[in-house]
């Protein structure tokens, strides 16, 4: 070996075990408690290096934990156990089963006086911590019964054990009370101990043993709890017991309920009648009074049917009067103005017309005749056959000059005036 470098090899160790022996370091969620030679004490609180100067070191945990839950699996926490045995006012027992957290104070002289009494992180979880808990539930079973605990009061029981670990013991006072005794079914008084409330009307709590050592609870929480059979077996017998009572006085209720529906349904079944009735008879008389206005607007429309047929008949009783009156005119003007006609010819137009009429039937029943004999036998005296056909000719001019006679009609043909040549 090189004696030149075993002496630098030698200072350098040197070196390196007086800095080891001198520092320290903090963990995260840790703070180390440095106590120096001369009896100073320092406490690191951040995570890193500190300076310890062949000081003794402690170290304790941020946060403690206590598990008290069903089970024991959970080897993190500060504490373990399976559940915290209490004791009800009624004297059943049984356990609480949850979980805590507690914070460490973040002030050195605070850490320093926890320190000083306690002086390591196992003394103050199990000789503090777990000692104000299981006191603090011990405490807040005694203001129940073992029944209220199991039925009625779980939340109160869990809003009761935080304050009291967190804030410190309440303050009680012993009441009488009479209650019946199970067992002879006497009542009985007994004293029973209850919170004393303070003016503000908050409860009373005495002397904290966290906040004296600035010990915070920021975490609580129970989550289960367990009771003894007997206590067990006396809830049942109660509930069932309870629950015939209740069953008892819901029949009760319930017939005496449909005694008053029954009587409320016939009282509404006879008003539902009378309504109906009533509903009825206002029927009847919107319907009659419907019937009295139709009615008498017929009889309105009728007699408006009348006059209006009246106006009518008289308006045409003027205009038959009118035309009446106008046929006359007419006919009177007809009749004078024939007789101014006939006057002035004669009639002549009519008279040809009946004239012309009375030929065409003489000529029609002539032409019907047979005038001309198939055998003639004979001559006349004046030694010439009388003809047919001169017979005819004859008989018409006897029908037309008769017919002339009659009408007044001059066929003859009027003289020519020769001197007028």
Known sequence: MNTKLLFPAIIIGGVAMILAMSAGINDAGNRTVVQYPTGKLLVKFTPGIYMKWFGTTTEYRDVLTYDYDNSTD????????????VRYQDGGTGKIYGKARFSLPNDEPTMLMLHKAFRTNAGVANKLIKTVTEEGMNLTAGLMSSEEAYAEKR???????????????????LKKVSTVDESTGKQVIKNIPVITYGDNGRPVHLKSDLKEYGINVNGFQITDWNFEQKTLNQISTKREATMAIITAKANAER?????ITSEEQGK?????????????????????EQNKEVAVIKAQQLVEVARQQRLEAEQKKLAAAEYKQEQILRGEGDSAYKRLVMKADGALAQKLVTYEKVMNRFAQAIEKQKWVPEVQMGVSSGGSAVTGGSRAMALIDMLSVKTAKDLALDMSLPKTNTSNR
Not at 155 to 173: D, F, L, N, P, V
Not at 255 to 259: H, N, S
Not at 268 to 288: D, R, W
């Open 155 to 173: 939340g109160i029981y869990t809003q009761w054990a935080s304050e009291q670990i967190s804030s410190g013991k309440y303050q009680t006072e």
């Open 268 to 288: 509404a079944n006879v008003m539902t009648a009378k309504y109906e009735k009533e509903v009825e008879k206002e029927q009847a008389l919107v319907s009659a």
């Open 74 to 85: 959970d080897h993190t926490s500060s504490i373990n156990q399976k559940g915290i045995s």
């Open 255 to 259: 017939a005496k309920q449909d005694a």
